[in-house]
């Protein structure tokens, strides 16, 4: 679909850009690709890509996985892209891989295009890019694909912005957040806004002496007909901290420093009881503080000292 449909956009995208515009303007370019792989895995093509890429180092599946996340696996409706993956071998699985490089290639030029329409129209020091993305993708990362899950392959998306001569270049945080978009945009804008969950960048990306926020919370809900099938993250520069609403095993500890792939979780380590306690009340006073009901699973608390 998104194959079909991304050229079209960014012509319509360029012919706007290219109009006479008497004032500013605020302009959105939905792009699909490369969302459309999840048709892909649904209904791959037979034989095998050429060039393929290797399977990523996480690729295994953790011993102790939570149960929640092996519930997830097994939906036949809502996410049930994982399901047809059950049978594949190493080379359908870098096969995928391939697809995905091939579908982000692909969107690759359409952004390219709409870049330079603005450099050709003189109106690259007048225009604030932001590009982003709704979701990640699994990319085979604990053999999981597409999104509804966690883990960093499908929750990290781009957050990039641009502003030649004014947006100062290589600034990184990773602890921002889509709910920051509106923020950042209306306020490069000069344009009020309401109180609304996120912050706007502007501040720290003109002052270099400014630090973002300390962490971000992300909810999962990835059952559409069990609605009690529910997730937390609250991920900092270094640890991330996962809660699962049901079933054994349901809480995860990963140091992202150590272990950038997710592959041991800290969890069930005794050595790392403090740090779970204290990502565990972190997440329960912000759930607390945002009015937020949720709650670990009970008997998948890990080294139960609560």
Known sequence: LGACSDEHVTDRAIEFIRRDHGHPFFLGVSLCNPHDICHWIMDPPSGLATDLPPLPNNFAVDSREPEFIQLCRQRTYYGQEGTHTFDWDEGQWRNYLAAYYRFTENVDVQIGRILGALRDGGLEEDTLVLFTSDHGEGMAAHR???KLMLYEEPMRVPFILD???????GIRDDLVSGVDVLPTLCDYAGIEYPEVAGD???PLLENPRATGRPFVVAELHPDTMDLSMQG????DERYKYI???RGRDAEMLFDLHEDPGETRNLAHEPAAHDELVRYREMLCAWCEEHEDDFAVSHEGLSLIHI
């Open 144 to 146: 999981w694909v597409v």
């Open 163 to 169: 502003w030649t001569g004014v947006v100062p270049a």
């Open 200 to 202: 706007s960048l502007r």
């Open 232 to 235: 937390r993250m609250l991920r």
């Open 243 to 245: 809660g699962f609403s």
